[in-house]
T-cell receptor, first 114, second 114 residues
Framework: DGGITQSPKYLFRKEGQNVTLSCEQN?????MYWYRQDPGQGLRLIYY???????QKGDIAEGYSVSREKKESFPLTVTSAQKNPTAFYLC?????????????FGPGTRLTVL | AQSVAQPEDQVNVAEGNPLTVKCTYS??????LFWYVQYPNRGLQFLLK??????LVKGSYGFEAEFNKSQTSFHLKKPSALVSDSALYFC????????????FGGGTRLMVKP
């Protein structure tokens, strides 16, 4: 899983609560990404950031928010507006946002709504 | 729009036999193609990528993949499978002319039996 850490590993949320997933990298990468993984659907992009203080929506950004105040950190907040948040969340980073760079993934956070 | 298809949900192979995991893609421009592997409850690990040049790409753990432009395919192969190769495999594509978003296939579960 390289130099990317995600915490917590497991997270339980009650309906109506906002929760924040942590993602930290020590690879000195400029670009960072958040994906959601559901069984049989592969990975879907939630948000990505190519540089500090800048980020763009991915395919399924509704109900999520992010910030990129530091190069090494890209936290994801799952808000109460996300109607079906139970999933496996993966953070990734790449050297730059150039499309030929492979992405390196963290170990993931499994979020369950009670 | 770019898309990736992994037509097989699961591939079964005996240890020591060759394996192939299929991937086809659709892009409007030239593709960058990637293969990743995921072990249970873990993040994705990068295996190999095709950017340009030789159509046969060699990657980690003895895996290789062949880029075929006419068939829009990028199948993953290994001459001799190991039980430890059993995992979930994802193909991903980026259209060179369509920004930096990576599109993943739905994944193929590889089961290698002793």
């Amino acid at each position: 899983d390289g130099g990317i850490t995600q915490s917590p590993k497991y997270l339980f949320r009650k309906e109506g609560q906002n929760v924040t997933l942590s993602c930290e990298q020590n690879l000195n990468h400029d670009a960072m990404y958040w994906y959601r993984q559901d069984p049989g659907q592969g990975l879907r992009l939630i948000y990505y950031s190519q540089i500090v203080n800048d980020f763009q929506k991915g395919d399924i950004a509704e109900g999520y928010s992010v910030s990129r105040e530091k190069k090494e950190s890209f936290p994801l907040t799952v808000t109460s507006a996300q109607k079906n948040p139970t999933a496996f969340y993966l953070c990734a980073s790449s050297a730059t946002g150039d499309s030929y760079n492979e992405q390196f993934f963290g170990p993931g956070t499994r979020l369950t709504v009670l | 729009a770019q898309s990736v298809a992994q037509p097989e949900d699961q591939v079964n192979v005996a240890e020591g036999n060759p394996l192939t995991v299929k991937c086809t893609y659709s892009v409007s421009g030239n593709p960058y193609l990637f293969w990743y592997v995921q072990y249970p409850n873990r993040g994705l690990q990068f295996l190999l990528k095709y950017i340009t040049g030789d159509n046969l790409v060699k990657g980690s753990y003895g895996f290789e993949a062949e880029f075929n432009k006419s068939q829009t395919s990028f199948h993953l192969k290994k001459p001799s499978a190991l039980v430890s190769d059993s995992a979930l495999y994802f193909c991903a594509v980026r259209d060179v002319n369509a920004g930096n978003m990576l599109t993943f296939g739905g994944g193929t579960r590889l089961m290698v039996k002793p």
